[in-house]
């Protein structure tokens, strides 16, 4: 069965610098992969995306991430944090245990900080 | 586009009571799912459905029930409430088919206290 981890419940960043958010993957096959991230009493949005092509994914608010196949990795990075990016992200892999339906299973979240 | 909506934002049950959850989407989205979302837990997908009138268990399905009669609505539905249903409810759709989209677009939830 597919899994995301996110080892860290919380990360501290201050602005202005660099963020990273973990994320590693377990799939059978070719993983497609997720972040979004959740506002205080919002739901979920979208934030980016891996299915093909370059590793490297960008996506909104300045988000990129890394795809490593051979880390099974897909880590979220900023180059310059911002206050407003504190918010609780969620990695997600696409569940093709089931073959046709499109679910997706998603970590437990980490907790983003970011502090001026 | 309104996007997906959920009502009520928030809601108080009394254990044994039945209520329903609703959610529509005005994206033509022929996927849609029911979350849980508990407190350090990530979301569990409750029931999915792929297409009007069809619908599928997902990892937590106990407890509630769901039906899809068009492509826009997708109530759940708890008949008996107990305490351990306390959770924000969010409901997601997304388009699969020719073009895969993939990606899922969420509610803004739905608070849900059972006492």
């Known amino acids: 069965a597919q899994s995301v981890a996110q080892p860290e419940d919380q990360v501290n960043v201050a602005e202005g610098n660099p963020l990273t958010v973990k994320c590693t993957y377990s799939v059978s096959g070719n993983p497609y992969l997720f972040w979004y991230v959740q506002y205080p009493n919002r739901g979920l949005q979208f934030l980016l995306k891996?299915?093909?092509?370059?590793?490297l994914v960008k996506g909104s608010y300045g988000f990129e991430a890394e795809f490593n196949k051979s880390q099974t990795s897909f880590h979220l990075k900023k180059p310059s944090a911002l206050v407003s990016d504190s918010a609780l992200y969620f990695c997600?892999?696409?569940?093709?245990?089931?073959?046709?339906?499109?679910?997706?299973?998603f970590g437990t979240g980490t907790r983003l900080q970011v502090t001026l | 586009n309104a996007g997906v909506t959920q009502t009520p934002k928030f809601r108080i049950l009394k254990i044994g009571q039945s209520m329903t959850l609703q959610c529509t989407q005005d994206?033509?989205?022929?996927?849609m799912y029911w979350y849980r979302q508990d407190p350090g837990m990530g979301l569990k997908l409750i029931y999915y459905s792929v297409g009007a009138g069809i619908t599928d268990k997902g990892e937590v399905p106990n407890g509630y029930n769901v039906s899809r009669s068009t492509t826009e609505d997708f109530p759940l539905r708890l008949e008996l409430a107990a305490p351990s249903q306390t959770s924000v409810y969010f409901c997601a759709s997304s388009y699969l088919g020719q073009g895969v989209q993939e990606t899922q677009y969420f509610g803004p939830g739905t608070r849900l206290l059972v006492l």
């Open positions: 994206m033509n989205h022929n996927y």
């Open positions: 997600a892999v696409r569940d093709f245990s089931t073959g046709t339906a499109s679910k997706l299973t």
């Open positions: 891996y299915i093909t092509g370059d590793n």
